[in-house]
């Protein structure tokens, strides 16, 4: 058997709403009743008791009730007090149908021990009596008794109590009826939100906005589900034209690579071997093509992080070594190329994988894009790398678009590439807190890639290891010139 609480939770929220404001309302009641109750019984009570010690009764009518007790014929009744005379042995002679036994304040009345006593005590009835109890001058060792019932009392209060009873039973059923209202009209946001919800789940339809009305709780919950369905379905979307863009970009070196392969597995098949020359540039063109494929696949992997991801572990880095390392793969691209350095020292906190990435697919752009024998200047001063090459340059009108993933200019389509690498760039920079634009030089002619980067020219004294500790170099004097026949 389940408990009562089991059961509460069991309830709609609603229900256990109407449930708490109903017995909220209940106890609240019950404790103003239950005062009200004992507040006007005592001041019955008080009431019942001054009048008592207010009333007196006149000698004749106490001759009377003495001479009714020496006849034994008892005196006529005194409108509803019960009168008795109290002898110092205790004797009693009452007016009343019923006796009230005399107690012992009521004899030290008469034997003059007290001058007046007032209690609670029972007649031969069985009846509760409150009882006043005095001294008589003009009849010495005697007492007057005046009793009234207690029922005059006990009759107000049982109709008070039945009243409080009724109205408390309709406070409590309005105000369960007015919690359950109040929880319905404050829960009707919640239900559309459920319903959205459930349409989401049930559709994947992440078009469904809920109307927005006011500034409290419900209304901030319904932005955030609105911000929240809009940021999935711009994800969903981005996600989709990833998906296509990179299965374009993908059909083409595994086209071009499966018409080789083919060529040669037909070569083969049919016994008619390729000349040797064909055959090399076959082969070789198969290795640029996986080369290709290869790298667009790890661009591929870059990018499927998801943008809040958290990054991987940051490390202190030495900008200029890991931007040397950058320079002498691009050399190996661009052999023919002229490279003019000046790095000076700069220490930035970053993914130390990541951003010889960044900085390779920046040089990249630079040699791809420089004329045969051309010169790609490099410099590293106070976190601010420069890269400018001497190509025909971006135009103006498609700056915008250039960190866009698989954009590629209309000039640049021949050229090898997936339009992914200046997207890593931006994702990489970002992620260590810099910045990265490119522009038109001002004197014209080529592209300057400028990156930023916060940091500092040397490390933290805390900090040491490979590529982290001073540079022992020491930043480089002049131009560091280098390109064929130049030492």
Avoid at 471 to 477: A, C, E, I, K, N
Wanted: hydrophobic share 40%; proline share 8%; charged share 20%.
């Amino acid at each position: 058997m389940r408990s009562p609480l089991a059961w509460f939770r069991s309830r709609p929220l609603r229900s256990r709403l109407a449930l708490l404001t109903a017995l909220a309302v209940a106890v609240a009641v019950a404790a103003v009743s239950l005062a009200c109750w004992f507040v006007t019984r005592a001041q019955l009570e008080n009431e019942l008791d001054s009048t008592l010690r207010s009333s007196k009764v006149d000698n004749a009518y106490l001759n009377l009730v003495l001479a009714g007790c020496r006849s034994g014929r008892q005196a006529p009744p005194l409108a509803s007090y019960t009168v008795q005379l109290i002898l110092v042995d205790g004797t009693v002679c009452t007016s009343g149908q019923a006796k009230v036994p005399a107690q012992r304040a009521d004899v030290a009345v008469a034997n003059g021990l007290l001058d007046d006593t007032l209690h609670t005590t029972k007649d031969a009835n069985g009846r509760e009596m409150r009882v006043f109890t005095y001294t008589d001058p003009n009849r010495p060792g005697t007492a007057v008794s005046l009793a009234r019932p207690l029922a005059e009392v006990d009759n107000s209060m049982s109709t008070l109590g039945w009243v409080l009873l009724l109205v408390s039973g309709i406070g409590v059923v309005g105000a369960g009826a007015a919690g359950l209202w109040v929880a319905r009209t404050g829960l009707a946001p919640v239900d559309r939100l459920t319903g959205a919800v459930e349409h989401v789940a049930a559709t994947e339809d992440l078009t469904v906005r809920i109307p927005v009305e006011g500034e409290d709780e419900i209304a901030r919950l319904s932005r955030s589900f609105n911000a929240m369905t809009a940021a999935l379905a711009t994800s969903r979307d981005r996600q989709a034209q990833l998906i296509a863009d990179a299965g374009h970009e993908l059909r083409t070196p595994l086209t071009s690579l499966r018409t080789n392969v083919e060529l040669l597995a037909r070569s083969d098949e049919t016994g008619r071997a390729l000349p040797p020359e064909d055959r090399r540039a076959l082969m070789a063109s198969v290795k640029a093509q996986m080369t290709e494929l290869a790298a667009l696949i790890g661009d591929l992997q870059e990018l499927s992080r998801p943008e809040a991801a958290a990054p991987g572990p940051l490390e202190v880095v030495a900008l200029h070594a890991v931007l040397r390392s950058a320079l002498d793969r691009a050399r190996l691209r661009g052999p023919e190329l002229r490279f003019e350095t000046d790095l000076a020292p700069w220490y930035v906190r970053a993914e130390p994988a990541a951003l010889e990435r960044a900085l390779v697919n920046v040089l990249d752009n630079a040699v791809k894009f420089s004329p045969p024998r051309g010169t790609v200047e490099v410099r590293l001063m106070r976190g601010e790398l420069t890269v400018r090459d001497h190509g025909p340059g971006i135009p103006a009108d498609e700056l915008p678009y250039v960190f866009e993933r698989f954009w590629r200019s209309p000039s640049a389509r021949s050229l090898p590439g997936s339009g992914l690498g200046l997207s890593i760039v931006a994702r990489t920079v970002g992620r260590a807190g810099g910045t990265v634009e490119l522009a038109a030089p001002p004197d014209g002619g080529g592209t300057v890639a400028t990156v930023r980067l916060p940091g500092a020219p040397t490390p933290p004294p805390d900090v040491s290891g490979p590529g982290v500790g001073p540079d022992v170099s020491g930043p480089t004097p002049g131009p560091d010139v280098s390109g064929p026949g130049v030492g």
